[in-house]
């Protein structure tokens, strides 16, 4: 009996240890603070309702699988309609920092120090914010290392995860993502409010923010501009 009360106080522990993710149709990444906004969007307008269709659960997270349907004429009918069909963007907030400094000093080098503003200051700094499981960011991984590649030292290149660094070093094992990793970021990322995944960020080489967006499926959405800080 005592055994069956000790299991029943560490549950809600080990529940509040996994983070809850939604994966839209157009593969972002949602969290439910973003969802619940889309979601009460949606039943506002009465067009649209987005239903859970699959949950996935693993120990440290649980990502459920979303469908949009249509409603039409008191019947909902399954549509290949986007995220796009919205016009809340989910990085707006972080958009409106465009012109300001990227606080990278908050952040911790793999040696264990923080960043310094001195350390990626003089070149452009690419920064990519993913996790392991999250299907859009590993979708972005070989576009990102063909960039790496071709700027080479001309350009920070930085992926920052929630993702423990040792959760990193094995992913890295069986997936090239030739990036200085940033890893254990989850209290700043939330304090960044960091709800959608991925987003990516360049700055200039003063740390200025000059681009924020989400997916990236073209290699010249970030080449042009590196170009012109270059």
């Known amino acids: 009996m005592k055994s069956f009360l000790y299991l029943l106080a560490f549950l809600p522990i080990v529940c509040s240890a996994q983070k809850t993710y939604y994966k839209m149709p157009d593969n972002q990444i949602f969290s439910k603070q973003v969802f619940d906004i889309f979601d009460k969007k949606f039943k506002n307008e009465g067009v649209f309702e987005m239903k859970i269709k699959e949950r996935i659960v693993k120990k440290d997270s649980i990502i459920n699988i979303v469908e949009i349907l249509e409603l039409k004429k008191g019947k909902a009918k399954l549509t ?16 409106e920092k465009i012109g300001e400094h990227f ?38 991984i070989p576009l990102f290392n063909e960039v790496k590649k071709a700027y080479g030292d001309q350009v920070n290149f930085l992926a920052i995860t929630f993702d423990t660094q040792e959760k990193v070093k094995q992913f890295l094992k069986i997936k090239d993502f030739d990036f200085t990793h940033i890893t254990d970021a989850r209290t700043q990322l939330d304090e960044m409010q960091v709800n959608a995944y991925p987003m990516n960020i360049i700055l200039d080489k003063d740390g200025v923010i000059q681009f924020v967006s989400g997916n990236v499926s073209a290699k ?3 080449t042009d501009l590196l170009d012109k800080l270059l």
């Open 80 to 95: 290949s309609t986007s995220t796009k069909k919205s016009s809340f963007d989910p990085f707006t907030k972080h958009k």
């Open 103 to 140: 606080d990278i000093s908050m952040f911790k080098k793999p040696n264990g120090s923080f960043y310094d503003k001195t350390d990626i200051a003089g070149k452009p700094t690419f920064i990519n914010m993913w996790f392991i499981k999250c299907p859009p960011c590993i979708k972005e």
């Open 220 to 222: 010249r959405q970030i």
